[in-house]
Nanobody
Framework: QVQLVESGGGLVQPGGSLRLSCAAS????????RRWYRQGPGKQREFVAV???????NYAGSVKGRFTISRDNVKNSVFLQMNSLKPEDTAVYYC?????????WGQGTQVTVSS
């Protein structure tokens, strides 16, 4: 059974940092496309960042220069380092592993940026 488990969310002040983690199990994710999405209050889910099997990365314009995505292939994990956080980054953050036509999602972790 495939399972994606996120951790690292919480409450942080504007300008602060958080590191999200997502660990996958139950399948071979060696060649998975690994992504982070988020859904803010009253908003649709949106793309945040992606890291390919080859290590290439891409980011949404709103987070470029502040967020960094990375991965650990041995542990089937993906991470999101978030710096210089803003109130508009408040959202539930979801990790996503895509293998072929199969999409797997985590349960989400809440990030709240507030003073």
């Amino acid at each position: 059974q495939v399972q994606l488990v996120e951790s690292g969310g919480g409450l942080v002040q504007p300008g602060g940092s958080l590191r999200l983690s997502c660990a996958a199990s139950g399948s071979d994710f060696s060649f998975a496309l690994r992504r982070w999405y988020r859904q803010g209050p009253g908003k649709q889910r949106e793309f945040v960042a992606v890291i390919t099997n080859g290590g290439g990365t891409n980011y949404a314009g709103s987070v470029k220069g502040r967020f960094t995505i990375s991965r650990d292939n041995v542990k089937n994990s993906v991470f999101l380092q978030m710096n210089s956080l803003k109130p508009e980054d408040t959202a539930v953050y979801y990790c996503n592993f895509k293998v072929g036509r199969d999409d797997y999602w985590g349960q989400g972790t809440q990030v709240t940026v507030s003073s």
